[in-house]
């Protein structure tokens, strides 16, 4: 299959840079940091399709003031070893088009392994943003994805002193760099465009810490039945409001295990299709509480001061639930039920702070390697 070239046929420049993005979370992180890079580097963007709903993907690059992709290689969904096989290859061909003096790849997607592993292997050298992280379940995904990302990677771009130290245990060869958390940045300037902006509250008929915001879309919790079911039976028996924007992976297990119809007519269930970057975030800032599996959303309600309940028996954000505003509860129904009605944050939350933004740490370390 041909993939489709966006291409803006600019001049060719030594001090290139190409992002790899595909899913939601690539998307939050390259935000700032094109911004940072804009002025001086030439900046292509590739994405590969890992994320290609209009919800999930587009709304995202017109919400966070992004151009359009130079490249969009339209890989789509499937198996984990296809799905990033094929991102591999078709990558391949725009890193040897491209020729870009490095890449950048950002979290823990199957984009963010396909991109650093295309580049590696072409004597390109790599940068990973949000490095750093672990869960220590290496039945993730997701820890696959960042444990090997780390390991090839030149520079590797650490949110937190946590993340530092991880990659010092492992004896990553690439450079480290604290810079701070991106999405910490990108949350900060979007919040107040989503206040002013967002009509989701109307809209869905909701009131500031009125409901409980639920995410589930986690390979771990959607390609198992049993897992699944135990998540719906609590939000159809807990008797708080929850709105839930299913992810289009969620709604097709839902459906394929015969729990749509249970989830949909469900008097205290909000279901929704997926919500743009402003709709979300306005939401997860006037929930009374957050239910997710998603490691970004853990983050945003951390940072934004609401509470969340982590549908996961590990994190690879241990700062959340150091500090208690985070409650790993598995999928056990009872457990579910229990916090959605009584969980309540014993810890202080330690707000970020920085003289110097984490996409404009990262512009400078990435001029340096070009001096």
């Known amino acids: 299959m041909k993939f489709k070239l966006a291409g803006n046929g600019g001049p060719r420049s030594k001090e290139e840079v190409l992002s790899v993005v595909g899913a939601r979370p690539n998307f939050v992180k390259l935000a700032p940091v094109y911004r940072s890079l804009a002025e001086h580097f030439r900046h292509v963007i590739v994405h590969t399709g890992q994320h290609y709903d209009y919800e999930m993907s587009k709304v995202f690059f017109h919400n966070l003031r992004l151009p359009d992709p130079d490249y969009d290689l339209g890989v ?12 591999i290859s078709r990558l391949e061909e725009v890193l040897v088009r491209e020729k870009p003096g490095i890449v950048l790849v950002y979290g823990d997607t199957n984009s963010t392994l396909a991109g650093a592993l295309a580049a590696v292997k072409l004597h390109l050298p790599v940068a990973h943003a949000e490095s750093g992280l672990r869960s220590f379940d290496m039945r993730m995904p997701e820890e696959v994805n960042r444990v090997v990302t780390d390991h090839v990677s030149e520079y590797l771009f650490a949110p937190s002193q946590a993340a530092v130290v991880n990659l010092r245990r492992e004896h990553c060869s690439g450079r480290i760099c604290l810079t701070g958390d991106v999405m910490d940045e990108v949350l900060k300037e979007s919040i107040e465009v989503a206040e002013r902006e967002s009509r989701v509250l109307q809209r869905l008929g909701l009131t500031s810490s009125g409901f409980i915001l639920a995410t589930v879309h986690r390979a771990e919790n959607t390609e198992d039945s049993a897992r699944l079911s135990s998540i719906v039976r609590a939000m159809t028996t807990a008797g708080e409001k929850i709105v839930f924007p299913a992810h289009p992976r969620t709604t097709k297990a839902l459906r394929d295990y015969g729990l749509y119809k249970k989830v ?34 853990q983050r945003e309600a951390y940072l934004l001061g609401v509470p969340c309940i982590t549908l996961r028996e590990n994190t690879e954000w241990v700062e959340t639930i150091r500090a208690g505003w985070n409650l790993l509860v598995g999928v056990d129904a009872k457990r579910i039920v229990l916090a959605l009605r009584s969980f309540k944050p014993q810890g202080r939350r330690r707000q970020a702070s920085w003289r110097v933004k984490p996409s404009e740490k990262m512009r400078a370390i990435l001029q340096g390697h070009f001096s």
């Open 76 to 87: 789509g969904s499937g198996g984990h070893g296809r799905q990033t096989g094929e991102m």
């Open 264 to 297: 949909a007519s469900c008097s205290n269930i909000v279901m929704t299709k997926p919500l743009s970057y402003f709709d979300f975030i306005k939401l997860e800032k006037h929930a009374e509480k957050i239910l997710t599996d998603s490691g970004g959303v």
